[in-house]
């Protein structure tokens, strides 16, 4: 998940997931800790921009896949 705003004058970047203050730009692998609401906003003084998106994690694991 990346979260990045362009604007000018440069816009205010602060996004969050479920509720709580969420650090963007930074990689890593995903788990099922991922899931959940994220909503970043983007703010200058010309307006405020905020996108919504729920992530689910699915994870499948078949125990035997190769013959065991």
């Not at 203050?21 to 692998?29: K, L």
């Not at 010309?46 to 013959?67: I, K």
Request: glycine letters at 10%; charged letters at 20%; hydrophobic letters at 25%.
């Amino acid at each position: 998940l990346r979260c990045s705003a362009r604007g000018n004058p440069r816009p205010h970047l602060e996004c969050t997931k479920d509720g709580e203050p969420f650090p963007t730009g930074v990689s890593r692998p995903v788990t099922r800790a991922h899931a959940g609401t994220y909503r970043c906003r983007a703010t200058n003084p010309l307006g405020t921009a905020v996108q919504t998106v729920t992530v689910w994690v699915h994870c499948e694991w078949r125990r035997g896949s190769r013959g065991s």
